[in-house]
């Protein structure tokens, strides 16, 4: 039987390996192209990987051919190779997690045609008494008329003009939406000037704008010492010769903000990709990358799979945010993957952060990346001293000290603006029986069900689950029923119980609804004294002039965690919220404790987080952890705990390189989570090859195992999760 030309495809199905598929034209299409097949009962879209012939006599052929030209480049689908070796993770499901959702479902790879929103005739002829009622409105017409070459919906949604208010301008005549012809380069691509940099500034901008192919940066900067501006200084070189810069950011609550600056600073076409875009705009934006229109992308941790035409420098911002690590899935650090594509595409790249992660802050110490300080804010205020509070002082049901509460008054009524931070959502984190000692207990997770007030139920914050408050102990019959702990909500009440400016709560429950972060902000923006009570969402990125005074609670539990990274990241975020506090007035930093005597929370309290990270480090070097070590863990849930051991059980029977330690199986820390028992098993080695070594022998075995298809499992490499 004479062979017949096939196509290796890669899909995205939990399956390693490409698939082959008969394709009867004559010049197959080069890798990267999009096809649709039959796989099983199900119609696929996967990636052209090879070419080749079969003589199989049962294959397949090819439906359709989506693409004439690939439509990921080479350089990014190397990039996705490289990813799925070192993760272990299908090809052809990384391959798909690069591409946005339009195109995975096989939409065409072209862009809509982009609309500016610009005035009537009869809209330039509107005087403000016409709407007069209808301020909204106003503020659209005064935006519209300061830009008469039209502004994008992106644009006007970052200037916080409403889609509903364009669409009353457009019923009544006023506005319309017209085809927008690509314009030509601005000759200048600032449209600020640049703010006047320090010493440390000018230094750490000189270095990256003398910077030629690969090279790796740590810009090390205390929070308010001006990293922004920065990365917006070491940018000018490379737009201004038409090259594209991609800036990862953490949070996509830090974007909108972001966008502001870098369009405010810059007359050069910007672009976000996040979660929180529609899939259309999601495609039209990543195309306008790979096209070449967007000269500024801007992007949480996905983003680093966008195409780019002309790259010039890749930045990531807080990289030492735990964000950037994808939980799930394909389980990626998007921090690594931006050092490995920079140096891929032999450009430099710039890790950002005032806390560096001590994987980070190792590689600086070894001179592989340069190291940039800036150890001086930006402004004339210092950093403010952490004061230390005994917490255990507190009164009993009130979780703020006298002292703390005395503290934000006086911030007010200076006129300044005060944060108060304590990083637990809800009422209180559980609620309990006084007489018989009965706590209402999540019945599919081993944890508390934490009390929302204002919703009026019992949630875990782990899996969902959610229940109505009993009005009596399910044990005893009790009425004494009462909360334990306090949470964003319950110190919201007791502080407009108590100060006489707004209190504004910022949490993922009070900004659930579109809009609502970015109304609270403007609000805060605007500098009349305000009390913030929020979580770690507040922590990082955002800039208040005026708040003078930060109240930080319930802090312990990082620095006696049992994850080895509990300590690094509690400090992390402690000095982050910190940060917050006096960058353009004399500010203040209470931290209210328990464990006052903790040394580590001394440390990171007396500001120097150089001298903690040498602390840690010097116990991660003991222990071989991170970064003189390297792990990998096996997790498995089942519907008992029997059926999760017995799986990573017989894993752990398989013999390993002499190098790798095998650590458990052990139950995971919390045991039951969505009603699955979890076990875990750590693989740890001084040196990657042996490891990976070792994970390739584990998948291999495990994908045989009877007991594989009775439970759920999955591998993380470079864990920062141990819980």
Known sequence: MSAKKTLQIALPVPLTGCFDYLYPGDTPPPRGCRVQVSFGRRTLVGLVHGHGNSDYPKLKAVQRVLDDSPVLPTELYQLCERAARYYHHPLGEVLNYALPALLRQGNDAEASQEKRWQLTERGHHVSDDQVSRAPRQRQALHTLRDHPKGLSSAMLAALEVPSATLASLRDKGWAEQVALDDDAPPKDILAQPPLAANAEQRKAIRALQEARGFTPFLLDGVTGSGKTEVYLQAMTAHLTAGKQVLVLIPEIGLTPQTVQRFRQRFAVPVVTLHSGLSDRERLDNWL??????????????????????????????????????????????ARDLATWRAQQLDIPVV???????????????QERFQWLKLSQRATDQGRPPIEILDGTLAAPGQPLLPQSLQAIKHCVEQGNQALVFINRRGYAPMILCQDCGWQAECRRCDSFLTWHRSEGSLRCHHCDYQQRVPSRCPDCGSSAIHEAGSGTEKLTELLEQSIQVPVIRIDRDATRRKGSLDA???????????????????????????????????????FLSADFRGPEQAAQLLL?????????????????????D?????????????????????????AGLPPFGHLALFRCEAMSMNKAMEFLQQLAGIPLPPDVHLLGPVPAPMERRAGRYRTQMLLQCTSRPPLHQAISLLLEQARTLPTARQCRWHLDVDPIDML
């Open 288 to 333: 306008a990358a790979r096209d070449g229109k967007a000269r500024i992308i801007i992007g949480t941790r996905s983003a680093i799979f966008t195409p780019l035409a002309d790259p010039g420098l890749i930045i990531v911002d807080e990289a030492h945010d735990a964000s950037l690590k994808q939980q799930d899935g394909f389980r990626f650090h």
């Open 598 to 622: 903790h040394p580590l929370l001394q440390l990171a309290a007396s500001g120097d987080y150089p001298a903690l990270a040498s602390a840690l480090l010097e116990e991660r070097k003991m």
């Open 351 to 365: 890790l950002g952060s005032a806390t560096p992660a001590l994987e980070t802050l190792q590689l600086a110490r």
């Open 520 to 558: 609270h902000l403007a609000t805060i923006q605007q500098g009349n004294p305000v009390v913030m009570v929020g979580t770690q969402m507040l922590a990082k990125g955002h800039h208040f002039p005026k708040l003078s005074l930060v109240v930080i609670l319930d802090m312990d539990a990082g």
């Open 576 to 596: 982050q919220v910190a940060g917050r506090s006096g960058r353009e007035n004399q500010g203040r930093v209470l931290l209210q404790t328990r464990h006052p």
